[in-house]
Nanobody
């Protein structure tokens, strides 16, 4: 069974940076589509960014694309999220999701398209 493990969360000051990691283990992991979602306090989980193996080009939530960068290391079965210029409203639990399918563009932002999820990592932005 595939397991996803996130790490790298923590406390950052406004304007600071954090780099989240998600590593897949177990099973025959293909991770043809992987994504980052986040869930702010008291709110629903929301899409952050995703990438398909076929294109290698990440897609982002529009409001985050200038500050966040998704990357993958296929050799390590890993995905990363570099978050810069952090703001207090970036506070959330960040989750990585994965699927063996190549999702179409219109499905990347839907959490129901991903069958594997990590446990989440907490990001807090505060001075």
């Amino acid at each position: 069974q595939v397991q996803l493990t996130e790490s790298g969360g923590g406390l950052a000051q406004p304007g600071g940076s954090l780099r989240l990691s998600c590593v897949a283990s177990g099973g025959a992991f293909t991770g043809n589509t992987m994504a980052w979602f986040r869930q702010p306090p008291g709110k629903d989980r929301e899409f952050v960014a995703a990438v398909k193996r076929s294109s290698g080009r990440p897609s982002y939530k529009n409001s985050l694309k200038d500050r966040f960068t998704l990357s993958r290391d296929y050799a390590k079965n890993a995905m990363y999220l570099q978050m810069n210029s952090l703001r207090p409203d970036d506070k959330a639990v960040y989750y990585c999701g994965a699927t063996s399918r190549l999702l179409i563009a219109s499905s990347l932002a839907g959490e129901h398209g991903y069958e594997f999820w990590g446990q989440g990592t907490q990001v807090t932005v505060s001075s």
